[in-house]
């Protein structure tokens, strides 16, 4: 009987969310950094915006569930998972989703609300992969995403041709639109984010088990996973809830 009550004790524990990383100042240091137009610094409690705008980093819940986390979440949250850069793609452990989990009210402070025609104003159309007709995107420009993304673009360009079938045509980049059964904002409602062809993706909702658990695969060569991260972009085959065509502006998560 004792084991049984530990056992659901400790199952319960792996999905409790919320406590803030040890190393949360990196990330804080980062934010202000790959931020600078929007964020001037932190203290002990606020990240500090330019506009006198202050947001709390941390709520101080470490009981929430991973729903919770992924729809009410605090600063502290976006970094309860670290990103694998680096690493050999292979199935996430549960929940694990480095990056997924966004503080809806920084982005649209850096990027805009698109709801109200924010971010439109900001959108550039770039070339993609112009030596091999990728035809064009359109990215926003705020922190510089359009130049990272076209240089993305110039260094797929140099692959052999046998890469060029998984990058187009492109399966969108800006749209105001919100996370499929979610109510947060994609990072495409920013124009912050990429989708290369989906002939070649998998995805999450595609793949559930009988006990509706994503059985994680991937044909996307890594040699494009470490380009795009390589100018700040993530990748969405990192995530437990995976997505693999799907890639999005966040060098907060990155050591470059």
Request: aromatic fraction near 14%.
């Amino acid at each position: 009987m004792f084991i049984s009550v530990l056992s659901v004790v400790e199952s319960r524990a792996e999905e409790t969310y919320g406590a803030t990383p040890t190393n949360i100042k990196e990330y804080l240091d980062r934010l202000v950094s790959y931020y600078s137009d929007t964020i001037s610094g932190y203290d002990n409690e606020f990240l500090i915006l330019k506009n006198g705008m202050k947001f709390r980093i941390s709520d101080k819940r470490t009981d929430k569930s991973f729903q919770e986390l992924l729809k009410k979440p605090d600063i502290d949250d976006m970094f309860y998972a670290q990103y694998p850069v680096g690493t050999v793609p292979k199935q996430p452990e549960k929940n694990m989703d480095p990056g997924r989990v966004r503080f809806e009210p920084l982005f649209v402070a850096i990027y805009g609300d698109c709801s109200k025609d924010q971010v439109i104003k900001n959108l550039r159309t770039i070339k993609w992969l112009p030596k091999h007709g990728g035809g064009s995107v359109t990215i926003t420009t705020v922190n510089g995403v359009d130049r990272a993304l076209e240089a993305v673009s110039l260094d797929l360009d140099e692959l052999a041709n046998d890469f060029i079938k998984y990058l187009k045509p492109t399966f969108g980049t800006y749209n105001c639109r919100k996370i499929a059964g979610s109510s947060a904002k994609s990072m495409h409602a920013y124009g912050a984010a990429l989708d290369i062809s989906a002939k070649y993706a998998n995805y999450w909702r595609w793949m559930l088990n009988g006990r509706g658990e994503p059985k994680w695969q991937n044909q996307i060569p890594i040699q494009i996973v470490r380009i795009f991260e390589k100018h700040g972009f993530i990748w969405g085959g990192y995530w437990y809830h995976y997505d693999t065509m799907h890639f999005e502006y966040r060098p907060e998560l990155l050591r470059l």
